[in-house]
């Protein structure tokens, strides 16, 4: 039976995209005979929404998946400053890369997916150290969306520390996934990719999710993250302004650390 590992920021109960994304993946490859262990650190996301645990490590099955919570920093706040955020994303990568090292002989492959870039880490190591195959999942251009929304200077040291760790980490890999072509497209242009690149979209159930015909009222809903990036509070004021007109209801099914806020802006 082959043995996969995979390293994921988040996972259930966390309530985000890339959480239930990684659970329906590990969900998959276990009903296909696979072996499935997921690192992921203890439930923190939405920051200050977990209690924080000081306990190293914790292992339990779900669904036929092996799940190993390693410990991490776990900001107390729903909207935590660099300083905790950054260790928030650092030490848990390099947690798992110990975990990794003391048990890579047991797997055949490691998955990474990113964003944050850093789970790159524990992937970089182990091609480093050992033949096991690396599979990195990219989902988003994380460097660039942090330099958008004012979180990293472009140009600055970090900016470059981190474009050339990402470098490395696809140099490294056997098989590089994106999400879309586009995607794709924007990595190749600015890095050199050596390994395979494979569209690997964004599924759905449709055993689970069906076609309604829905209400006379129009519904738009938007299911995912609630932060910076997604800039919702602008879609919330223009659906607010045009509702008069178009009969429109927005649906947001998520939660992340802008969500107060715009809890709030809706209901002004």
Known sequence: MKQVCIVSQ???????GNASRI???AVHLARLGIDVTVLAP???????????TWKRSNVQEVDGIRVVQLWTWQPGSGNPGFASRMAYYLLFPLHAALWLLVNRSRFDAIVTSAPPLFTGIPGYILKRTSRVKWILDIRDLWIDASISLGFLREGSVYERMSRRFEQMCL???DLVGVTTEELGRRISSRYRV???MELMPNGV??????????GKKRRIIYAGNVGH??????????VKSMNGTYNLKFLIVGDGDTRENLERLVKA
């Open 194 to 196: 050596t390994a395979p």
């Open 23 to 25: 659970y329906d993946t």
């Open 42 to 52: 203890h439930p923190t996301f939405p920051t200050g929404s977990f209690s924080r």
């Open 10 to 16: 988040h996972f259930p109960p966390e309530k985000s």
């Open 171 to 173: 140099a490294r890999a």
């Open 205 to 214: 159930n449709t055993d689970f999710f069906r076609p309604n015909n829905g």
């Open 229 to 238: 990036a997604q800039d919702l509070d602008k879609v919330a004021l223009a």
